[in-house]
């Protein structure tokens, strides 16, 4: 149990790397944004990463995403891929990504798997292989060793230990993974915004090679990616039958940036402008959302913004509530409750989506 370092409040759903209650967070002042930004800071210190996103008056300008590092020579972006090498970037490129894959078999535990073709069979014969779970068949699941965020809570977050320092792959390599039996590739991670131009390679050329026959491009993503990349990724999985999976981890911009270190505004501009492109394609879904529901802080108050805001752009947009464990600096935390996923299905639902369901039940307590 931890104590709110503003009101006083205790309860075991305040976090104690926080000590920050959730109504204090949304009521920040600047001198508690402020030590917001020093957890962060300490947070990504023990991974040599940097507490800002480089601005050095000569750097190279990095574009892929919201932090438009300026990144000083020899020094790395925020991510801790991209480097500054003789003014050249480096990082993320075709010829090289930090960057791991395996095959999951099909149907898997995928945020779209209710939804999507490989999951349901949606959009068959055109875009699925089977009229329900396509079982027989893989997703190339590939994991991108860096993201563009420091969320606390982060589930993934061993990858800051081999960011640096992992193996790297190229695109080609990537691309001559797909076997007979591969009928997706979903990129996430960490996340793949910071290394967007290896995953657009690697997909065009895996495209290329299996023209003949369905093979889905889908993204998870947080959605901080340049303008530009957005479309590039919503062309891709638009064409092959896959689907962009929004992580919309919050609305409010206090909550956003104490749980994950930076802001929300380009994460809800981009997810604005995919909802545009939905009729497009209507099924199976290009665009998909889920929120993780971070006891304390993610509640039915918080759910109900971020639903009315996917209503707002389209009602029968899907979206997952994901149960919560403990894990990286919030280990603290308890699981998400019944009562509280419960609480924010009725919100979700409350505020005009059509289409929303629970994810990871097996671990709400």
């Known amino acids: 149990m931890a104590t709110c370092?503003?009101?006083?409040?205790?309860?075991?759903?305040?976090?104690?790397?926080?000590?920050?209650?959730?109504?204090?967070?949304?009521?920040?002042?600047?001198?508690?944004?402020?030590k917001l930004g020093e957890i962060h800071g300490r947070s990504r210190e023990r991974f040599g990463l940097a507490a800002l996103p480089p601005s050095?008056?000569?750097g190279a300008q990095c574009k892929l995403c919201q932090n438009k590092c300026k990144i000083p020579a020899g020094g790395r972006g925020y991510c801790g891929v991209r480097r500054n090498e003789n003014g050249r970037l480096t990082g993320g490129t075709?010829?090289?990504?930090?960057?791991?894959?395996?095959?999951?078999?099909?149907?898997?535990n995928c945020v779209a798997d209710w939804v999507c073709a490989g999951g349901s069979g949606a959009g068959y014969p055109q875009w699925a292989y089977r009229p329900g779970p396509e079982q027989g068949y893989?997703?190339?699941?590939?994991?991108?060793?860096?993201?563009?965020?420091?969320?606390?809570?982060?589930?993934?977050?061993?990858?800051?230990?081999?960011?640096?320092?992992?193996?790297?792959?190229?695109?080609?390599?990537?691309?001559?993974?797909?076997?007979?039996?591969?009928?997706?590739?979903?990129?996430?991670g960490g996340d793949p915004t910071c290394q967007l131009p290896h995953a657009l390679a690697?997909?065009?050329?895996?495209r290329r090679q299996n023209r003949q026959r369905i093979l889905r491009i889908?993204?998870?993503?947080?959605?901080?990616?340049?303008?530009?990349?957005?479309?590039?990724i919503m062309n891709l999985s638009l064409e092959s039958g896959g689907c962009v999976k929004f992580d919309l981890k919050a609305v409010d911009r206090n909550i956003h940036y104490a749980l994950c270190g930076v802001d929300n505004s380009r994460t809800l501009e981009n997810f604005t402008v995919a909802a545009r492109r939905i009729p497009e394609r209507p099924e199976p879904p290009p665009l998909v959302a889920s929120t993780l529901l971070v006891p304390g802080y993610i509640d039915a108050r918080e759910v109900k913004a971020i639903a009315s805001f996917i209503a707002e752009l389209d009602?029968?947009?899907?979206?997952?509530?994901?149960?919560?464990?403990?894990?990286?600096?919030?280990?603290?935390?308890?699981?998400?409750?019944?009562?509280?996923?419960e609480n924010c299905l009725e919100a979700a639902k409350a505020a005009g989506l059509k289409r929303v369901r629970l994810g990871n039940v097996h671990i709400l307590r």
Not at 202 to 206: E, G, I, K, N, V
Not at 218 to 232: A, I, K, Q, R, Y
Request: charged share 20%; glycine share 2%.
């Open 5 to 34: 370092k503003k009101c006083g409040k205790s309860s075991q759903e305040i976090a104690k790397v926080l000590s920050f209650c959730a109504e204090c967070v949304r009521k920040a002042d600047s001198d508690c944004l402020v």
């Open 138 to 188: 893989m997703n190339l699941a590939v994991f991108y060793q860096a993201c563009t965020f420091d969320c606390l809570f982060c589930q993934n977050w061993h990858y800051r230990e081999r960011s640096t320092t992992s193996e790297t792959h190229s695109a080609a390599e990537l691309a001559e993974s797909i076997t007979a039996s591969t009928s997706c590739i979903c990129f996430f």
């Open 202 to 206: 690697a997909s065009r050329l895996a």
């Open 315 to 341: 009602a029968n947009i899907p979206y997952a509530l994901l149960g919560f464990h403990g894990d990286f600096l919030m280990t603290d935390l308890p699981a998400t409750s019944w009562k509280q996923a």
């Open 218 to 232: 889908c993204w998870e993503t947080n959605g901080s990616m340049s303008p530009e990349l957005l479309d590039e």
């Open 56 to 58: 050095a008056p000569d």
């Open 94 to 108: 075709p010829d090289a990504a930090a960057v791991s894959w395996y095959y999951d078999p099909l149907p898997t």
